[in-house]
């Protein structure tokens, strides 16, 4: 169970999107809510020579406004959820000499390592608007980073519905058949939970070949990969399996496992896919890491994703 949900804000109304299922979730699970805003202070930089110099009135200015923000939106969130829903607020400071992601999206994982937070909830892309995808973002860095559960949403151009936080009914979670993929269980049955949703455990086969030709020993070895699959989502169903928990498998041959998986979401009316992701690139390329990629770029749909722990 969440006991301490963290939401990263920019002061933008994108990122603000993260709040109504940040707080529903909140209460339910009776944790604490904790805001997390980040300014630069690239803007109150001058140069001496090739040192930067820090312009202390326009850094008092920015602390203030952020202040004045952070104060906005806890009286927004109480006069929505009553007293009993419980916040904490913090303002980061973040000096650098050019407004880049990498360096941002470290320092917030750093930040989030450091607290109790067992959970992050944000937008996929903030203050630099839509056409901002988050691939190259600090939600981009922060996935690759850390190694807490985060939920990924799409922001719209839209003021945030607090009274109409997403519903989540059915959540699709791809496997590969490995250890680390099934790392994504634990937090996406905790989120499940809060949530109410149906589960589908997925596995993807790619054929041994990719097109199909008349000789029977090709079909036999795609058949014996499809019978493995389901053994191998059947085990995992029943060692989830309990009172009142909802749990569906699917398996399928797929030349480009990622373009079915999302095909496949739109096809089963799942609203959100829960995954392991690798963090950088090395020899432990699971179906998780490609594939992951793909999704996480092409997928129109929240999005739990979780970066195993190795060895």
């Known amino acids: 169970m969440y006991r301490s949900i963290l939401v990263p804000l920019d002061g933008s109304t994108f990122a603000e999107h993260a709040l109504p299922i940040a707080c529903a979730l909140a209460q339910r699970a009776d944790a604490m809510l904790r805001l997390v805003h980040v300014h630069t202070l690239s803007s109150s ?10 312009e202390e009135n326009l850094v008092a200015q920015s602390r203030k406004q952020a202040r004045l923000y952070l104060a906005q939106v806890r009286e927004r969130l109480a006069a929505f959820a009553g007293p009993e829903l419980k916040i904490t607020i913090e303002n980061l400071e973040f000096a650098i000499t050019q407004t880049v992601n990498e360096p941002l999206g470290g ?8 607290t109790d937070a067992d959970l992050i909830i944000m937008t996929t892309h903030g203050r630099s608007g839509l056409v901002r995808f988050w691939l190259g973002s600090v939600a981009d860095t922060l996935v690759r980073l850390s190694h807490l559960p985060i939920l990924l949403l ?3 151009a839209a003021e945030p519905d607090f009274s109409q936080p997403p519903q989540f009914k059915n959540m699709l979670i791809p496997l590969d058949g490995s250890a680390l ?3 994504i269980l634990e937090p ?3 989120l499940g939970e809060l949530l109410g949703t149906d589960y589908t455990l997925l596995r993807a086969v790619e054929p041994l ?8 020993k090709t079909q036999e070895l795609d058949e014996s990969g499809l019978q493995e699959a389901w053994g191998y989502l059947h085990q995992v169903g029943q060692q989830l399996a309990v009172a009142e928990r909802r749990l569906h498998t699917r398996v399928f041959l797929a030349t480009q496992p990622a373009d079915a998986i999302l095909q496949s979401t739109q096809r089963h009316a799942n609203d959100l896919i829960a995954l392991a992701t690798h963090g950088k690139s090395g020899l432990t390329r699971l179906m998780v890491g490609s594939v992951a990629d793909k999704l996480l770029r092409g997928a129109t749909i929240p999005m739990l994703v979780y970066r195993p722990q190795q060895g």
């Open 45 to 54: 930089l001058r140069y001496s020579g090739d040192e930067p110099v820090v």
């Open 107 to 114: 320092f917030l994982a750093a930040y989030a390592a450091t």
């Open 154 to 156: 799409q922001p719209t």
């Open 181 to 183: 993929a099934e790392q």
């Open 188 to 190: 996406a049955l905790a």
């Open 209 to 216: 070949f990719p097109v199909y030709n008349l000789l029977l």
